[in-house]
Each structure stands twice: as C-alpha cells, then as structure tokens.
C-alpha cells in the first residue's frame, strides 16, 4: 500500500523556519519524485517545490524561491521541505505527493500538515 505521511507542521512567528517531512512506504521511493504543496480553504492547491533525483533537477515555484530548499534521503525514503523566512502567507495546509516527473500529475498524496505563520 502506497503512503505518504507529512510532519513538521506548526505554529511559528514570521521570520522563523520549519522542516517539513514527507516519509513514503509501499514502492520504490527512488523511481519516483516527490512534490511539496500547499492549499488554504478555498482556494486551489498550488505547487510549491518538486525535486528529482534522477537528474538532480530541483524546482520552485517563485514564491518560494530562495527560502524554501526541498531535499531528500534515499536511506529514509523522506523528502523534506526546509522553510526559512516564513511569512504569515505561507500558512496553509502543506501535501506531498508523488508522481513519475514533476511535470506530471501526481497520484498519491499525504495528509498533510497545517503549517502557521503568525505576524
């Protein structure tokens, strides 16, 4: 059985960093990748990072860029999500799921972790 579990989720001041982890079971972690999303009630999820290990190719949506790093442990079958620099608007509800390429569509997904950024 495929899963992903999210964890790391919490309340932080703006400013302040959070790790989040994303530790996968039920298939070969290695021919896959991993992508990290975020959704706040009402609105769409969004992407936000997505890595592979393949190529070593990483991404990031531009929001993002230069605060969050997305990394992963082959060892572990985990993905992580630094976040540094938060700001009150990353505050959502934070998914990985996986998928054959990042440009692909993803079909399995964690159940998230509520992250919280106050002002």
């Known amino acids: 059985e495929v899963q992903l579990v999210e964890s790391g989720g919490g309340l932080v001041q703006a400013g302040g960093s959070l790790r989040l982890s994303c530790v996968a079971s039920?298939?070969?972690?290695?021919?896959?990748?991993i992508g990290w999303f975020r959704q706040v009630p009402g609105k769409e999820r969004e992407g936000v990072s997505c890595g592979s290990r393949r190529d070593g190719h990483l991404f990031y949506e531009t929001f993002v860029r230069g605060r969050f790093t997305i990394s992963s442990d082959s060892a572990k079958n985990t993905a992580y999500l630094e976040m540094n620099s938060l700001e009150p608007e990353d505050s959502s509800v934070y998914y990985c799921g996986r998928s054959t390429h990042c440009s692909g569509s993803f079909d399995y997904w964690g159940q998230g972790t509520q992250v919280t950024v106050s002002s």
């Open positions: 039920g298939f070969t972690f290695d021919d896959y990748v």
